[in-house]
Each structure stands twice: as C-alpha cells, then as structure tokens.
C-alpha cells in the first residue's frame, strides 16, 4: 500500500475514490447470510444508512428459524473520521457473526470535514438507538449489545458509550476499542515518536484528521464524545476490550484510557502488541501476530457472552 506521511484536502479526495473491498466477496465464502438495508435518520433529518447481516432464517419471516435472540455487534468504521463506509473493516465484526451467531450492524455516519463535532457520534448515537428499538423484530437480546470499532470506529466508539452512558439509553453490553482514535491533543509520546516518516497513520494525519472533524473547536469547546480522553469520569462505561501496537501513533493514549477505566472501577482488558504497526491486523489478517490478535479479541468476546 502507499504509505504517507501527511494528508491534505487534495490527497483525501483521491483516496475516498478507493472503494471498500466488495462485501459480496466477503460473503461468498460463508454459511448463507440474510443482509437487510435500513435507513436511519438523524437529528437534523438526514438520512444515515444501516447494514444489518446475520445467519441466514429459515421458513418465512425474518427472524424465522431462530431459537433464541443473538448478540448484536454494532460495528462503527475507521478512516480517521474523513473517509471510509460501513463496509470498511467489516470482515472483523463478520468473524464474530461466524463464531457467535452475532447479528452485526454497520452504520455508514457522516464524514468530516463536510459534517464537525458532535455530529459524527450523534449519527452513531442514532443508529444504535434505531438497532435496540427494532431489536426483537431483528433477533437481537438489547442486554448484549456491543459497540466495536477500528481506529475512528474505535474512538467513536467510545464516545458512544460516554453518550449512552450520561443519557441513559440505549444499554452498551461491551465496548471492543481496536487502535482508538481518543485524543484530539496529539501530543504524547507515541505521536510525536511516530511523526516525520511515511506510515499507515501518522502524527501529522491525525493532526489533519482532527482538524477536519472539530472545525476550528479548541479548548473547552471539545466534548469529550468526540475526543473521549477528555471525559473527566470514565466510571459506568461497559465492560471494555482495547488492543493497540506498540509501534503507532495511538499507543499511549490508548493505554492511558484503559489505566483510567481501571481506575474509575472499571473492568477493562488490554493488550500492546509488540511490533504492531497502526491497523495491522486488518491490513495483514494473516501474519501471526495479526491472527493471535483477532483471536484473542474473539477468546475475549466468547468469555463475555458465556455469561
């Protein structure tokens, strides 16, 4: 893959002309899949399209064949909140659909810098909420829910479950955080470490990937649904899986949000890759440090739902 060491407004707009690997393919070499379009609508009306996938029923009906309700992953995508769809990364969240029966939605929220602050979680919000509001006409049990991102997806993902935590509605079972994007400061030592080079996501695009979501915020202006390091109280978020590199930019923060879980009385599990560059388990899904990653992700996931 090319790899970069800044984006600008001229090298994004190439690189959201790349499309996602066609999800049909993903889908050809599985058990048959039932795939369901739904669009949701936001605050200010515009429409936010939902993909829906799960084993597919037998009889008639949607969720006819089914015994029992499944968990639900809600899958939110990376791409450093400029770029990117729901079907980005979604053989990740598909693995557990195969391991755990798991209904898996993926939602397609707005990009930066066309959409800023709040807006891009607050479009997930949405979406979460439509996903526990239909969950028995889905086959979903609303106590396991999972919010589960790469990257972006992860940070979002985590300003999710702040949101739905201080609202009250929808219930989070789990939060899987793979690489999150947490911190708009950008100044820990992992970020400045890997800084000046070329690479998959650099100090310097984190820079223009923050830049474009808060859209001239700065200081007190920032939530913390949009940068979750900044939250003060990291108590009552579901029980929480983070997994970075030890050679990427969000290293440290990333550490620092799963110590500051443990902290709060949290339960958290975390796990430094060593050698693991920003993505490399969904660029290489086939390296060794790469599949012991997602399996430990989904050893994790299976312990969870056992309970």
Request: net charge negative; proline share 6%.
């Amino acid at each position: 893959m090319p790899l970069m060491s800044q984006l600008s407004p001229e090298t994004l707009a190439v690189l959201r002309q790349i499309p996602s690997p066609p999800v049909e393919s993903l889908l050809s070499d599985r058990p048959p899949i039932d795939r369901h379009e739904f669009t949701v609508h936001a605050k200010d009306g515009a429409a936010i399209p939902l993909s829906i996938f799960s084993r597919a029923s037998t009889g008639t009906g949607r969720t006819a064949g089914r015994t029992a309700a499944a968990p639900c992953v809600y899958g939110i995508h990376g791409g450093g909140m400029v770029m990117g769809d729901r079907f980005s990364q979604i053989d990740i969240p598909l693995e557990w659909l195969d391991a755990f029966g798991a209904v898996v939605a993926c939602v397609d929220y707005r990009l930066a810098p066309e959409v800023t602050g709040t807006i891009l979680v607050d479009d997930c919000h949405q979406g979460l909420l439509w996903i526990a509001r239909h969950s028995e006409e889905l086959g979903i049990d609303p106590t396991r829910i999972i919010v589960a991102g790469a990257s972006a997806g992860g940070g979002l993902a985590a300003g999710l479950s702040l949101l739905a935590r201080d609202l009250g509605s929808p219930a989070i079972a789990a939060q899987v955080l793979i690489c999150p994007m947490l911190d708009h400061r950008n100044n820990t030592a992992s970020s400045r470490q890997y800084s000046g080079g070329p690479g998959v996501w650099t100090r310097e695009m984190n820079e223009f990937g923050w830049g474009a979501v808060l859209g001239g915020l700065t200081g007190d202006e920032v939530s913390p649904y949009v940068s979750p390091a900044l939250a003060d109280d990291l108590s009552g978020l579901p029980t929480t899986y983070i997994d970075t590199g030890s050679a990427e930019v969000f290293r440290d923060e990333d550490t620092d949000y799963a110590t500051r879980i443990w902290a709060a009385g949290g339960q958290a599990e975390l796990h430094v890759w060593a050698g693991g560059f920003h993505g490399f388990d969904a660029l290489f899904p086939r390296a060794d440090i790469s599949v012991t990653a997602r399996r430990t992700r989904t050893d994790w996931l299976a312990r969870l739902l056992r309970r």
